[in-house]
């Protein structure tokens, strides 16, 4: 049996262990480091969390002991980094940003019992490529060929056992944070906690990211081009060769954003390519009520085409289909923030549950300030910064460095204790709007987007009059 296998598969007991230890060493070392800061003048019991390169030193051990063990700690570890900025210390949420999910496949003659197991008889139909074509946290993937058609696909397999480690493999990550004191325990924590572990198990649960896709697919069928002239598409699924532990879709060629033959297309492709994963974003928002939230690069292809190129979505695990009145307040929020409207985006925020009714003016100065900063792009042209444009008046999205000024804005605004935890649905979205700014910025595209953004505002708002 496999060294990895072994690892997915063996008892909580001994991989809680590793971990809970991970979290008495580091806790043991955030209470000294933190009496050393006291000592010091002018030390604050709250800066050593923050500053400290001795913590600094144990998060990255931690992280570190989180890679060894692979598997679903490398998923979770990496989930904390995604939503733990809210309760996390930015020593460990900086250092869990660093966990690749990227590692060693499984051996075919390990992942081919399960799959026969999952598939039955209708294996015998597919043609499967031993070596996968990646691997990642929590599943791998191999192409195959349909005998009767040829047609290749994509079979995405879920690890063996996970199902039985994944809660044991949690509580053991949350045991840690406790011990190492980064954590208080409390009811506003333990709702957030659930809110993550019922997060991860949406992750693994390949029938409501089967639905999930089949919904997007038919949406984007809907609502096809974009006026930059980039596309979107989803690989079709097999639902003969789905399970609950196999996914089946279509093999789609193509390459991610950060590759160089990505680099090399026109500045007008790279343009409309940022003008499309821009536009899917108000889709999702304004037209669809469905959100995929995740930000990773991996989820989604560049397919070159002779006369336009597509965004292809690949993955659907982390897509929310979200309340109307919280898509309501969010979109609201966008709304008034291109509008530069302080007065309804405090009360979309309010809405949101980023800010209580009874913050402290600064409180509320502060975060109308940094979303407005955030929401800079989305400006009337007149308003942009003229420093971030080209000599055509169109905002440089790489140039900008937004996302680097905005996070400085967010560390300010982040200290403040008159600020409530947002949800775990705000965070995901705050998240994943950040990641397409990255991806524009990866482009290298310049274009501005007001006008864009306020169609599909004006068509929101009289959607819902």
Same mark, same amino acid.
């Given at each position: 049996?496999?060294?990895?296998?072994?690892?997915?598969?063996?008892?909580?007991?001994?991989?809680?262990?590793?971990?809970?230890?991970?979290?008495?060493?580091?806790?043991? /070392?955030?209470?000294?480091?933190?009496? *050393?800061? %006291?000592?010091?003048?002018? +030390?604050? !019991?709250? $800066?050593?969390?923050?500053? @400290?390169?001795?913590?600094?030193?144990e998060?990255?051990?931690?992280?570190?002991?989180?890679?060894?063990?692979?598997?679903?700690?490398v998923?979770?570890?990496?989930m904390?980094?995604?939503?733990?900025?809210?309760?996390l210390?930015?020593?460990?949420?900086?250092?869990?940003?660093?966990?690749?999910a990227?590692?060693?496949?499984?051996?075919?003659?390990?992942?081919?019992?399960?799959?026969?197991?999952?598939?039955?008889?209708?294996l015998?139909?597919?043609?499967?490529?031993?070596?996968?074509?990646?691997?990642?946290?929590?599943?791998?993937?191999?192409?195959?060929?349909v005998?009767?058609?040829g047609?290749?696909?994509?079979?995405?397999?879920?690890?063996?056992?996970?199902?039985?480690?994944?809660?044991?493999?949690?509580? /053991?990550?949350?045991?840690?944070?406790? *011990?190492? %004191?980064?954590?208080?325990? +409390?009811? !506003?924590? $333990?709702?957030?906690?659930? @809110?993550?572990?019922?997060h991860?198990?949406?992750?693994?649960?390949?029938?409501?990211?089967?639905?999930?896709?089949?919904?997007?697919?038919?949406?984007?069928?809907?609502?096809?081009?974009?006026?930059?002239?980039?596309?979107?598409?989803?690989?079709r699924?097999?639902?003969?060769?789905?399970?609950?532990?196999?996914?089946?879709?279509?093999?789609?060629?193509?390459?991610?954003?950060?590759?160089?033959?990505?680099?090399?297309?026109?500045?007008?492709?790279?343009?409309?390519?940022?003008?499309?994963?821009?536009?899917?974003?108000?889709h999702?928002?304004?037209?669809?009520?469905?959100?995929q939230?995740?930000?990773?690069?991996?989820?989604?292809?560049?397919?070159?085409?002779?006369?336009?190129?597509?965004?292809?979505?690949?993955?659907?695990?982390?897509?929310?289909?979200c309340?109307?009145?919280?898509?309501?307040?969010?979109?609201?929020?966008?709304?008034?923030?291109?509008?530069?409207?302080?007065?309804?985006l405090?009360a979309?925020?309010?809405?949101?549950?980023?800010?209580?009714?009874?913050?402290?003016?600064?409180?509320?100065?502060?975060?109308?300030?940094?979303c407005?900063?955030?929401?800079?792009?989305?400006?009337?042209?007149?308003?942009?910064?003229?420093?971030?444009?080209?000599?055509?008046?169109?905002?440089?999205?790489?140039?900008?460095?937004?996302?680097?000024?905005?996070?400085?804005?967010?560390?300010?605004?982040?200290?403040?204790?008159?600020?409530?935890t947002?949800?775990?649905?705000?965070?995901?979205?705050?998240?994943?709007?950040?990641?397409?700014?990255?991806?524009?910025?990866?482009?290298?595209?310049?274009?501005?987007?007001?006008?864009?953004?306020?169609?599909?505002?004006?068509?929101?708002?009289?959607?819902?009059?």
């Open positions: 049996m496999s060294r990895k296998l072994s690892t997915i598969r063996q008892g909580s007991f001994g991989r809680g262990l590793a971990v809970s230890l991970a979290g008495l060493r580091a806790g043991g /070392a955030f209470a000294i480091d933190g009496a *050393l800061q %006291r000592l010091r003048p002018g +030390g604050q !019991e709250e $800066d050593y969390a923050v500053d @400290s390169p001795f913590i600094r030193k998060a990255r051990r931690f992280v570190a002991e989180l890679g060894r063990l692979k598997g679903t700690y998923k979770i570890g990496q904390f980094a995604l939503l733990g900025e809210h309760f210390p930015r020593a460990l949420t900086e250092a869990l940003q660093e966990l690749n990227a590692t060693e496949p499984l051996p075919w003659e390990v992942m081919e019992p399960q799959l026969r197991a999952s598939l039955g008889a209708r015998a139909e597919l043609e499967v490529e031993p070596v996968a074509l990646a691997a990642a946290s929590l599943a791998q993937v191999h192409r195959a060929t005998k009767a058609t047609e290749q696909i994509c079979l995405k397999l879920q690890y063996p056992g996970l199902r039985e480690v994944i809660d044991s493999d949690f509580d /053991a990550v949350v045991r840690m944070l406790l *011990l190492a %004191r980064w954590v208080k325990a +409390g009811r !506003e924590l $333990d709702d957030w906690l659930e @809110s993550m572990r019922s991860l198990h949406q992750e693994i649960d390949y029938r409501h990211e089967a639905r999930m896709g089949d919904t997007v697919a038919r949406l984007v069928a809907r609502d096809t081009a974009s006026p930059g002239g980039s596309r979107y598409y989803v690989p699924r097999f639902r003969r060769y789905c399970s609950d532990d196999v996914l089946a879709l279509e093999y789609i060629e193509g390459w991610q954003v950060n590759r160089p033959e990505v680099a090399a297309l026109s500045q007008r492709r790279r343009n409309a390519l940022g003008r499309g994963m821009l536009e899917l974003f108000f999702e928002l304004y037209s669809w009520g469905v959100l939230t995740d930000p990773n690069f991996g989820n989604y292809l560049i397919r070159r085409g002779s006369r336009r190129d597509e965004l292809v979505l690949l993955d659907f695990g982390s897509t929310l289909s309340e109307p009145s919280f898509l309501a307040h969010l979109g609201s929020a966008i709304a008034a923030g291109q509008e530069h409207d302080r007065e309804a405090l979309s925020l309010v809405g949101l549950g980023c800010l209580d009714s009874d913050s402290t003016a600064y409180a509320r100065e502060t975060f109308i300030d940094f407005l900063n955030l929401l800079e792009p989305l400006r009337p042209p007149g308003e942009l910064p003229r420093e971030y444009l080209n000599d055509r008046g169109e905002y440089c999205w790489g140039r900008s460095r937004l996302l680097r000024r905005a996070g400085k804005r967010a560390a300010t605004a982040a200290a403040s204790l008159d600020f409530a947002p949800s775990r649905d705000f965070a995901l979205i705050a998240r994943k709007l950040t990641g397409v700014f990255t991806f524009i910025a990866v482009l290298d595209a310049e274009f501005n987007a007001h006008d864009l953004v306020r169609r599909h505002v004006r068509h929101w708002r009289e959607k819902n009059l």
